[in-house]
């Protein structure tokens, strides 16, 4: 980018200016966003993930205090029998982010049950900021991968306001702090593209180009192994390879052999614990085909009860892959010049690798969204199968390129540096204002909140489960909850997710009991009554519908209070087991004890 400081200053001062002015930025946005706005996890599948690394930090195994009941059920059908539900293995996330989080907890000591408990006036758990800055990392170092892919296949000025848009996309800082393995994926991504298109330049050049093809399929087995909808980018790169790298099919074949080695002892695990080799993880099916039913499908304990349904197959992947294409700028980050890579396309870049490369580009997007739209993907929030932004920062340097192709075929003046780098401007500008604009009002907020934070309330109180449920559960003791990751993550308690049927939970809770680690109560939180229509809320919680609109049923005929757990005949048996109630926070989050409760310690 031309330089527009004063003649006095050289174009390496220039250069080192923009650069510590980026650093600056880069360190103030992650103060920012880790310190000043963050407000704890608000992922289930993060706190799921970091509940088993914590579990991999003290025991050196892969289980999980959060208890699906359709893995319980896969469980005792592989093993025909009884399943206990202490140290229950998880076959529901790919191994590599909960590996490292595991080696992360391991080193700041919160494999110590004792360690790391909520002090009286802490709102945000602490180790949730540890999760957030093992993603936050990964997301910085994406940066500079990022920088050093775009600048070898464009130039520096492309790849600086690449690395410059992707420091100001909301959607990407919304990621890395959320714990999820996005970052890690973005991460794994961007060195295996960065070796990709190092083959693509050696295999139009004539020369042997296996070595960093190979080494590009290794990285993509990685990202494999941090999201299992990684698998499909990988089939994407092979569809590639077999084309691209000579001699045909050989890199693609032995990019597919290292998949399959690096997910074997998974697959076998999953086979052992499930008697399926993708274990709970494929009923993430349920989520795509089934119109986003997962919940429901994890809560039964008898899969036999809701078969999938394969009718109009065809027709929902294809919807789904359409909704994608219509909400392709929210995936990709907000950043404008990120979805003119496929106008892209059409145009003949002279150089032959930038030419080739962004097929394969191309080729692990399109299998990546039919993946997304097999097990399931939406553009709001804060969605786990979300992968379309690992492609966002190359594709917005195609972008980018394109865009200043065509700003050069216009007359003009090359003498005046703010005309002939004003269409990446106006881009930066188009990108960046949404997260400018929110920025002070949100930073307002932070600093007047102070150091306690404030949490992801509703429906997240970790104070109530670190501090409060933790003491009134004992270790062996299991926690029925509609929120069962956050019990498992914040509480450091087993937790079974909320059953559909009522014949499940007594059947559960009766061999539980012969297990000796009995349920102690019942909790509810926004989790259920605040995230679902009436309507919706019948349809998910059936026959416990009422156990869920208890609080609010409460609250709003208060006085004297209507309890409707305590008037449905139907729930009268479990009423009866679980009557005291402990009101954590108000009326919207309640433990329903089978005891009179403990004076908390």
């Excluded at 957030?132 to 994406?142: N, R």
């Excluded at 420091?167 to 973005?186: K, T």
């Excluded at 990684?230 to 691209?244: K, P």
Aim: neutral net charge.
């Amino acid at each position: 980018m031309a330089s527009t400081l004063s003649p006095g200053l050289g174009v390496d001062s220039a250069i080192i200016i923009r650069r510590t002015l980026f650093f600056l930025l880069l360190v103030l946005l992650t103060i920012t966003n880790l310190f000043v706005l963050f407000r704890g996890l608000k992922s289930p599948q993060a706190m799921d993930q970091a509940q088993i690394g914590r579990n991999i930090a003290r025991h050196g195994t892969f289980t999980t205090q959060f208890i699906r009941p359709v893995a319980l059920w896969q469980a005792e059908k592989a093993s025909e029998g009884t399943v206990a539900f202490e140290n229950f293995r998880d076959t529901y996330h790919a191994p590599l982010n909960p590996l490292i989080l595991g080696a992360v907890l391991k080193i700041v000591g919160a494999d110590d049950p004792e360690a790391w408990q909520m002090g009286d006036r802490e709102w945000v758990y602490r180790l949730d900021r540890v999760i957030a800055m093992v993603s936050t990392l990964f997301f910085l170092m994406a940066i500079g991968v990022n920088y050093l892919l775009v600048s070898r296949i464009f130039d520096i000025k492309i790849a600086s306001v690449t690395a410059l848009l992707m420091l100001f996309c909301d959607l990407f800082w919304n990621f890395a702090v959320s714990g999820l393995p996005q970052m890690l994926m973005m991460l794994l991504f961007a060195c295996g593209a960065y070796f990709a298109y190092r083959a693509t330049e050696k295999a139009v050049e004539g020369r042997v180009s296996a070595v960093p093809a190979l080494v590009a399929g290794f990285f993509f087995v990685l990202l494999a192994l941090a999201h299992w909808i990684g698998v499909w980018i990988v089939f994407g790169y092979a569809i590639y390879a077999a084309i691209m790298f000579r001699p045909r099919g050989l890199v693609a074949g032995l990019v597919l052999a290292m998949m399959l080695l690096a997910g074997l002892f998974p697959m076998m695990v999953a086979d052992q614990v499930s008697n399926s080799p993708f274990g709970t993880a494929f009923l993430v099916l349920y989520n795509g085909l089934a119109g986003g039913s997962e919940s429901f499908i994890m809560r039964l304990h008898d899969l036999d009860q809701q078969p999938l349904s394969t009718d109009g197959l065809l027709t929902k992947v294809l919807r789904t892959m359409i909704l994608q294409g219509t909400d392709i700028l929210p995936f990709l980050g907000g950043i404008v010049a990120a979805p003119l890579f496929f106008i892209a396309l059409l145009h003949p870049f002279k150089r032959a690798s930038i030419a080739h490369f962004r097929w394969a580009i191309l080729a692990m997007w399109l299998a990546a969204v039919l993946g997304m739209s097999l097990f399931g993907v939406k553009s709001e929030g804060l969605h786990p199968n979300q992968v379309h932004l690992v492609f966002a920062p190359v594709m917005t340097g195609y972008g980018l390129a394109f865009l200043s192709i065509l700003w050069s075929r216009l007359n003009i003046p090359r003498n005046i540096p703010i005309l002939d780098n004003a269409h990446l401007i106006l881009v930066i500008l188009l990108s960046v204002l949404p997260m400018l604009l929110a920025m002070p009002q949100k930073v307002k907020i932070g600093m007047n909140i102070g150091e306690k934070g404030y949490p992801e309330w509703p429906p997240y109180y970790p104070p109530a489960l670190n501090r409060h449920l933790k003491q009134l559960v004992e270790p062996d003791e299991i926690v029925v909850s509609d929120q069962p990751w956050a019990v498992a993550w914040y509480a450091d308690r087993m937790s079974l997710w909320l059953p559909v049927k009522k014949k499940a939970f007594i059947d559960l809770e009766r061999r539980a009991e012969e297990l000796k680690t009995p349920f102690a109560g019942l909790l509810i939180s926004p989790s259920s009554h605040g995230s679902y229509t009436m309507r919706e809320l019948n349809q998910e919680f059936g026959v416990f519908a009422p156990l869920v609109m208890d609080g609010p049923a409460l609250r709003a005929t208060y006085p004297p209070g209507i309890s409707l757990f305590e008037r449905d005949s139907k729930l009268a048996e479990i009423f009866q087991s679980y009557r005291y109630r402990d009101p954590l926070l108000g009326l919207d989050l309640i433990y329903y004890s089978e005891r009179p409760l403990r004076p908390v310690r």
